[in-house]
């Protein structure tokens, strides 16, 4: 079932940096109003270590922020929180991570955004700060609680696009299943894995998610009320998780039915061979007796049949060999054997 929240499509695909490739690091420091934002893609561990001096960070929480296998969390300190989020990667492939990390050092002064990978919205948003000024005003304009939002909304919003998608594949994979000239197995297969992946990373963002609501308006100003802004999150949150249940369902229908229609037309190919094979029975008989050495009516021994013309011999044979393979043929027929 389309839905209308989902209409914009995921951008182009880029190529990802293979692992013999070097992924430079990239740091960008924006001031905002009271604090700072820093944004760190591809870090290495200097940076970290530097900023881990700089504020005062716990060095779990530095391993952490540069880790990729890290399980989405908040842990709440008395000036800071730390948030590691997790969100799908623009493609899928063989060696590549399963979800693209975020790590977050917040507090009233400052706010630190670590990642690896693409997470466009957020590389978009940093980009748009550093080249208009309004924009930056707006976004950085109130506090550091506030700039998180955005950066979680415009994530969560992008995940919708991606959901699009998965939409989109499943219309056309419901349309693949009926045509018997396609081949969907793998098409379905390919689909549970993104559907499964996008569940694992959708159902602990919405927990990690409403816990950062609570705990990050304390770097918020007074008459800002970021649970109001974050509920409108974790309410795209649990319409991505919903429609997620729907297509792991749907996928479920259509691979059974994938199976069924796979199954019948086998068992259509077998029994229109079995048939084939059994009406060939009766002249491979005629013609295995006839090709022994021994005497037979009409063979060479006893002379051959003349009665009907020069090729007696043959014509009876055929009509012998003939005779009960179209018996069957019409039995077949009245059994329906031969139906569609």
Known sequence: MKKELFISRLPHLRRHPQPTEIIQSKLETIQGNGFTWTDIQNPDRTEIEK?????????????????????????????????????PPLALKRGMSRFNQLAVFIGKDHLVTIHYGELKPLVEMVNHCKDDSQYRNELLGKSSGFLLYKIVDALVDDLLHTLRRIVENLDEIEDDVFDENKSTPKKISLLRREITILRRIVHPLRKTVLETSKNTQRFSNPDDDLVIHFDDVIDHIDKVAETLDEAKETMEIYKDTDFMLS??????????????????????????????????????????????????????????????????????????WLAD
């Open 51 to 87: 900023l881990g001096q700089m504020y005062n960070f716990n060095s779990l929480n530095l391993d952490d922020a540069i880790s990729k296998i890290q399980l989405a969390k908040i842990d709440n300190y008395d000036d800071h929180s730390f948030i590691i989020l997790h969100f």
């Open 263 to 336: 199954t019948e037309k086998s068992n259509k190919i077998l029994a229109t061979l079995t048939i084939i094979f059994t009406l060939t029975i009766p002249p491979t008989v005629v013609g295995a007796i006839y090709g022994m050495n021994i005497n037979l009516p009409g063979g060479i021994q006893t002379g051959s049949w003349t009665f009907l013309g020069e090729y007696t011999a043959l014509i009876i044979m055929l009509i012998i060999s003939m005779l009960p393979s179209a018996l069957m043929f019409s039995y077949f027929y009245k059994k329906k």
